[in-house]
C-alpha cells in the first residue's frame, strides 16, 4: 500500500470519532483535539462535517454522537459470525447463572464488546456490543493478552501509559505480565475490583477448532455477592462448557 492511497481526511475524521468513548459521550472541539491528537482547526472540522452527515449533534458548544454512529459498527458486526454463534450460547448460560455474561476481542490495548447477555447491572456504564474497555484490567482483556507472545503482550502494555481505575488496578507493567503468566498456566483470568468497584469477574478464552484464541468470554458478579476465590467453583465449569461447545463450531 502506498501513503498517496491514504486518504488522510478519512482518517482524521476516524480519529476523532475514536475520542467519543462512555467516560467521554460528549466533548468540546478542544477536547477532542487533546484526545485525538488533532489540531483545534481540524478537530473542528471532522467534528462540524459528522453534525452535517447526522452522525453527530452539536449544541454550540458540545458535540455528541447519535444513533446513526452504530451504522458503522453494525455493518461490521453483521460481517462477523462470532456475534451470532456466541448470543444464543451466552443467553443459556446468562440464564443458568443468573449472572451477566459477555464476549469481547482484542482492538490494540482495548477490548470491544461484540456479545452480551445482561441479568444485571453490574457495572456504573452500560456495556452493550462497541462498549471498548481497557485490556490489561479487565479478565477478557487478560485472558487474551495472555494468548499473545509475552514481547507482543510487553509491547501493548507499553504502548499507553497503565491509567488506574480504582484502588485495586494493577499499573506496574510488570505485575500485569506476572498475571499473565498465571492466566496461561490456569487457562482463566480473575479480576477482583481493578476495572470498577463492587465489581468481579472471571474469563476463559474463545477458542476456535484449531485452539487459537479468537475472543474471550466472561461472568461479571457484583463483589457484594461473591468473594473471588468463589467466582472459580461457582463458574468456571459453565465456562468451560461453553468454552468446549463454542469451540467445537468455530473455524
Do not use: W
Not at 461490521?76 to 447463572?97: F, G, H, I, K, N
Not at 479487565?138 to 499507553?160: F, H, I, K, N, Q
Not at 506496574?172 to 468481579?200: C, F, H, N, T
Amino acid at each position: 500500500m502506498l501513503e498517496r492511497d491514504i486518504m488522510g481526511g478519512l482518517a482524521k475524521g476516524l480519529m476523532a470519532i475514536e475520542t467519543f468513548t462512555a467516560e467521554r459521550p460528549r466533548q468540546s472541539i478542544a477536547e477532542v483535539s487533546a484526545a485525538s491528537g488533532l489540531d483545534r482547526a481540524t478537530a473542528r472540522r471532522c467534528l462540524l462535517t459528522l453534525a452535517h452527515l447526522g452522525y453527530a449533534d452539536y449544541d454550540g458548544k458540545y458535540f455528541t454522537l447519535t444513533p446513526r454512529i452504530l451504522r458503522l459498527g453494525t455493518a461490521c458486526l453483521a460481517t462477523m459470525p462470532l456475534p451470532q454463534v456466541v448470543q444464543p450460547l451466552l443467553d443459556q448460560l446468562s440464564d443458568e447463572l443468573g449472572e451477566s455474561s459477555s464476549v469481547s476481542i482484542l482492538d490494540g490495548a482495548d477490548i470491544v464488546y461484540v456479545a452480551r447477555a445482561a441479568q444485571r447491572k453490574v457495572m456504573s456504564i452500560a456495556l452493550m456490543p462497541g462498549s471498548r474497555l481497557p485490556a490489561f484490567c479487565t479478565s477478557m482483556g487478560r485472558v487474551m493478552l495472555a494468548a499473545l507472545p509475552e514481547e507482543r503482550a510487553r509491547d501493548v502494555l507499553a504502548a499507553a501509559p497503565l491509567a488506574p481505575r480504582t484502588s485495586f488496578t494493577r499499573t506496574d507493567p510488570e505485575a500485569v505480565l506476572a498475571e499473565l503468566s498465571r492466566i496461561r498456566a490456569d487457562g482463566y483470568a480473575l479480576i477482583d475490583q481493578e476495572v470498577e468497584l463492587g465489581l468481579r469477574s472471571i474469563a476463559v478464552p474463545v477458542l476456535n477448532a484449531r485452539g487459537a484464541t479468537v475472543a474471550a468470554m466472561n461472568i461479571g458478579v457484583s463483589a457484594t455477592q461473591q468473594s473471588v476465590a468463589d467466582l472459580v467453583d461457582l463458574y468456571l465449569p459453565a465456562l468451560r462448557r461453553v468454552q468446549g461447545e463454542l469451540r467445537a463450531v468455530l473455524r
